[in-house]
């Protein structure tokens, strides 16, 4: 592992605990989970005092924080790092992520959110194979290709914060 990689992913591990309460918030607040209640047999019931079970979903999100500078291009787009993100988004394989939480760092307090878009990479990997002009248009790099939100049909942002 690189050092730059180290550093960089100590510097994003720092919004961690808050990338988790952005990502709890916007999903349930957009039902994008299933919460299933099921109620204990007589025996659960009577000899356990189980009131009800509840069973979740399991969703599996990625983030991805971004320093100030960026806040201008979060409004109007999100990146994804080629070739190999961008190869498993539009694999669309069920072990890949759900959703992106794409957020940008707060301009002066470090480990702070300051806005944040949650994505959903289906959404998005099923439209870049549906309409290809897309990842045409977008502008690439030989690591990122920055994706403007106004070129998918249908909307793949789910949440905002």
């Known amino acids: 592992m690189s050092s730059l990689y180290k550093k960089k992913r100590a510097w994003s591990d720092l919004y961690e605990s808050e990338m988790n309460q952005l990502a709890?918030?916007?999903?349930l607040e957009n039902n994008l989970m299933n919460v299933t209640f099921t109620p204990p047999t007589y025996r659960e019931d009577a000899l356990c005092g189980v009131d009800q079970y509840?069973?979740?979903e399991r969703l599996?999100?990625?983030?991805?924080?971004?320093k100030w500078d960026a806040h201008e291009f979060w409004r109007w787009g999100f990146t994804l790092r080629t070739p190999h993100e961008l190869k498993r988004v539009m694999?669309?394989?069920?072990?890949?992520?759900?959703y992106m939480l794409y957020a940008v760092a707060d301009e002066h307090?470090?480990?702070?959110?300051?806005?944040?878009?949650?994505?959903?990479?289906?959404?998005?990997?099923?439209?870049?194979?549906?309409?290809?002009?897309?990842?045409?248009?977008?502008?690439?790099?030989?690591?990122?290709?920055?994706?403007?939100?106004?070129?998918?049909p249908e909307d793949v942002v789910v949440g905002m914060r």
């Open 60 to 66: 599996k999100v990625a983030y991805r924080v971004r």
């Open 91 to 98: 694999s669309v394989k069920a072990d890949g992520p759900d």
């Open 109 to 152: 307090e470090e480990g702070k959110i300051a806005s944040a878009a949650l994505i959903d990479l289906k959404s998005v990997g099923f439209q870049l194979n549906q309409h290809p002009e897309i990842l045409r248009e977008a502008e690439k790099s030989d690591y990122f290709v920055d994706l403007s939100y106004g070129a998918f």
């Open 24 to 27: 709890t918030h916007l999903i």
């Open 54 to 56: 509840i069973d979740i």
